[in-house]
């Protein structure tokens, strides 16, 4: 059972937009900062957004986070079929001294 | 260009030892903390333990599942990062993945990652 929760699944036809969302507590997202990373079969996770919705270079603008509260967002527009992956969230958690890991979302572009 | 590649990867009995490696390049090593993170198969991604610069003294903080087992240390000189796995079980068979940490749960650049395999 991971720390911080995401839904096992989302989908989006190519174009939409889809969000994905990743809940916490107080303990965690709720005062700190949240990072997204997209993990492709078989590779290793990327960094695709830190300090909660600050992209690094080469991530593209129609990928973008969010947060509130206890809870964050990452949406992605102009879905493309190379955007199927896995996705996690994450978050300093106070009570653990350590980074937690939300479960993953796997995105299919249908 | 950033680069960091594990090696020490293998298969493992119950109760023995592995010690892991994540050589890097194209950055100033001693400048940065660095994280390890595990995946099980077909599972998700559980933080295993950091060590900060010397900057901030060095020391390593550790998951609870891996604590009093595990040991990350450093070689500034040789730009590498060491996970020293003792007393092994069967659940710590994963992926290891090194990560350069930025801080709290911000890690820029990733290794490919090292299949850790404990079995009898």
Known sequence: QSVLTQPPSASGA????VTISCSGSSSNIGSSYVSWYQQLPGAAPKLLIYRNNQRPSGVPDRISGSKSGTSASLAISGLRYDDESDYYCAAWDDNLSGPVF????QLTVV | EVQLVESGGGLAQPGRSLRLSCSTSGFTFGDYAMTWIRQAPGKGLEWVGFIRSE???GAALYAASVKGRFTISRDDSKSIAY???NSLKTEDTAVYFCARDRGRSYFDYWGQGTLVTVSS
């Not at chain 1, 190519?14 to 937009?17: A, D, I, K, M, S």
């Not at chain 1, 939300?102 to 979302?105: A, E, L, Y």
Request: hydrophobic share 20%; net charge neutral.
């Open chain 1, 102 to 105: 939300g479960g993953g979302t």
């Open chain 2, 83 to 85: 996970l020293e796995m």
């Open chain 2, 55 to 57: 900057a901030y003294g």
């Open chain 1, 14 to 17: 190519p174009g939409q937009r």
